[in-house]
């Protein structure tokens, strides 16, 4: 979660809006812009994944808005939602995980974009690396307020409340009063969970409203090369951060994890995600850096792909079955960021070449 946080003083310009001129469909916040030069490739992959995520979130505020419409029925006594419509209660929670581990990849493989383009990087805060208040200087910039009128002072990003809360990790946004033994097997398992339905309404309904602030910062972005440069040599280098949090996360640690997110979906399908947009944002700067050294674009690129590779191998063996032990996922992660820092020294070589200015990190 906090490999965004040297990102953050990358931050602090407010989201510009960029002049759309032209007719009268070209100015409405909803009308896509004509993909701009070189970078044409680039936005529309960005555009392709912030549509996709609105949708996504769009599934979960409106299951959440079923689940809390089950609530109010039981006059919010969750005891009794469960003995009476405890089925109907699992059916909804069951859909939320899966709009939830729907949602992940559609902003996993922008990332590189969305948290390496100062314009656009408050909205990775927001959205999926900000922390709750107990870190001043990597908490997210809002409350949540409930339909009962109770405020949750910076509670952590969009997708930890709803992965936490859907799948029942974190206690803080657990319905009180009943067990959420939602099969009536006597015991509660995994993925069992029953949140607290006027939190889990407002949340969902807060982090759709920010995918689509997304989408709309997006549609107004210019790419410039300077960005490009810029999210490779800051979103490349964060393999380590990546590889503890999979570490201290149930894929690993089993019932001993410490991690209260990643548990829909190991944090090895998110690296490769992240990996495979940012060999989207290569291909949009490779260009530019054949113009300092065509040999060193071709191992960079090779680099990259290597790097993409080597997660994939990982996320698929894991998936395949095996099991990782923390001593094996350290030694992995710091493999993975040696190579990580190469290819974001390689980037940042030659934007120095190119007289290309790199936000401070």
């Known amino acids: 979660m906090k490999a965004l946080a040297r990102s953050l003083a990358a931050v602090a310009a407010t989201i510009a809006l960029a002049a759309c001129g032209g007719d009268e469909a070209a100015q409405r916040e909803d009308a896509p812009q004509a993909p701009p030069g070189e ?38 006594d969750y005891g009794r939602l469960v003995r009476e419509r405890g089925d109907e209660v699992q059916a909804v929670v069951e859909r939320l995980q899966g709009n939830f581990r729907r949602a992940n990849p559609s902003y996993e493989e922008m990332e590189g974009v969305v948290a390496g383009v100062p314009e656009l990087a408050d909205y990775d805060v927001i959205l999926d690396a900000g922390g709750d208040s107990s870190d001043p200087e990597t908490a997210v910039p809002f409350n949540v307020r409930t339909p009962a009128g109770k405020t949750y002072r910076q509670p952590g990003n969009f997708f930890f409340l709803i992965e936490s809360s859907t799948f029942g990790t974190e206690p803080r946004f657990a319905a009180k009063g009943a067990q959420p033994d939602l099969d009536g097997n006597g015991r509660t398992e995994f993925g069992e969970a029953l949140p607290d339905a006027d939190f889990l309404v407002a949340a969902a309904r807060d982090f759709e409203r920010n995918a689509r602030e997304l989408d709309g910062a997006a549609r107004r972005w210019t790419p410039k090369r300077e960005d490009v440069f810029n999210a490779l040599v800051v979103m490349t280098p964060t393999m380590s951060e990546y590889f503890e949090a999979w570490k201290n996360s149930r894929f690993v640690a089993g019932d001993k994890a410490t991690e209260k997110a990643f548990v829909a979906t190991s944090r090895l399908s998110d690296i490769a995600d992240i990996l495979s947009g940012l060999e989207v944002v290569y291909a949009s700067a490779r260009p530019e850096m054949e113009k300092a050294s065509r040999a060193q674009a071709d191992q960079t690129g090779r680099s990259l792909e290597e790097l993409n590779a080597f997660a994939a191998r990982l996320r698929d063996a894991e998936a395949g079955g095996r099991r990782f032990t923390p001593a094996q996922a350290e030694s992995l992660g710091t493999d993975a960021q040696e190579q990580a820092e190469g290819i974001a020294g390689q980037v940042s070589q030659a934007a120095g070449k190119l007289g290309i200015k790199l936000e401070e990190s």
């Open 39 to 76: 970078y044409g490739a680039l936005k529309s992959y960005l555009l392709e994944h912030t549509a996709r995520l609105q949708a996504d979130t769009g599934r979960m505020r409106a299951d959440a808005e079923a689940y809390y419409g089950l609530a109010r029925e039981a006059n919010f």
